[in-house]
């Protein structure tokens, strides 16, 4: 079984489809049982598509949505 970091930390390859069958199988599995996995790979995969859909000229506000989406997760946990 994947732990949660190891989701996360394959995060655009399985938005991008990159995986191979067995590390996808094993993503799904957890995530089958992991809403807070399926919670961040929802967001990354909101993310991907509005960045896809801006116009070049608009990259540094794409590059906004990343940091404060990454400002979040590391933030403090308490
Ligand atoms: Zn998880």
Redesign the pocket.
Same mark, same amino acid.
């Given at each position: 079984m994947?732990? !949660?970091r190891e989701?996360?930390e394959l995060g655009s390859e399985i938005i991008d489809r990159r995986l191979s069958f067995r590390t996808r199988l094993a993503v799904l599995a957890?995530?089958s049982?992991?809403p807070? !996995?399926r919670l961040?790979l929802r967001q990354l995969r909101l993310t991907a598509e509005t960045l896809q859909r801006l116009p070049p000229e608009e990259e540094p506000k794409a590059t906004a949505i990343f940091e404060a989406i990454r400002r979040r997760q590391d933030g403090p946990k308490d």
């Open positions: 994947l732990k !949660c989701v996360t957890h995530l049982l992991c807070h !996995c961040y």
